[in-house]
């Protein structure tokens, strides 16, 4: 199974600041369709996931532009220009590319 | 509005048996991959199972293979997941999920809960 490899785990942030969470797989991502099924998620504490990036950077409706996600291969990072109260949560990336698809560990964001 | 309600979780001891459903609405179900992912208490999430557009085509993670079966019927916009000797590593909340693509998914349920012991 490919292994999702996120850090940090644990990311306290200040409002207003930028944050970033890298998330690195142990083969490549890319499909043979020529696309990477990278996807991010946000699980805001007492609720479901919630997607935020699809394809590494295809940012879901609604999803504020403040998320960004970027990254090749093997290595890509989610990234928060600036920081708000709504953004805590859990943040998992997860690929779609080899069956099973596997998510990272999770990166706790909080509030400083 | 799309919208995924999952239902059946309960408490079932190990080497019974539990079916979860999953009833759709605000899209063409028929025309969906549709997913089952869980998370055990405190834990990250695993992605279960993946069932075709036509019900054809499943798959599953090998911790479930040969104990765990996905299903549907379009005609009721309904997903299952027939859950029969579970086990206590089984225990978590298990959400429903729309595949909008390839390679992810797009809507979630809320979840239901199953709890495996005895």
């Known amino acids: 199974d490919v292994v999702m490899t996120q850090s940090p785990l644990s990311l306290p942030v200040t409002l207003g600041q930028p944050a970033s969470i890298s998330c690195r797989s142990n083969q490549s991502l890319v499909h043979s369709s020529g696309n990477t099924f990278l996807n991010w998620f946000q699980q805001r504490p007492g609720q479901s996931p919630r997607r935020l990036i699809y394809k590494v950077s295809d940012r879901d409706s609604g999803v504020p532009d403040r998320f960004s996600g970027s990254g090749s291969g093997t290595d890509f990072t989610l990234r928060i220009s600036r920081v708000e109260a709504d953004d805590v949560g859990v943040f998992y990336c997860m690929q779609g590319t080899h069956w099973p698809w596997t998510f990272g560990q999770g990166t706790k964001v909080e509030i400083k | 509005e799309v919208q995924l309600v999952e239902s059946g979780g309960d408490l079932v001891q190990p080497g019974g048996s539990l079916r979860l459903s999953c009833a759709a609405s605000g899209f063409t179900f028929s025309s969906y991959w549709m997913s089952w992912v869980r998370q055990a208490p405190g834990k990250g999430l695993e992605w279960v199972a993946n069932?075709?557009?036509?019900?054809?085509?499943?798959y599953y993670v090998d911790s479930v293979k040969g104990r765990f079966t996905v299903s549907r019927d379009n005609a009721k916009k309904s997903l299952y997941l027939d859950l029969n000797s579970p086990r206590a590593e089984d225990t978590g909340v298990y959400y429903c999920a729309r595949g909008g693509a390839p390679g992810t998914a797009d809507y979630w349920g809320q979840g239901t809960h199953v709890t495996v012991s005895s």
């Open positions: 069932i075709k557009e036509d019900g054809i085509g499943t």
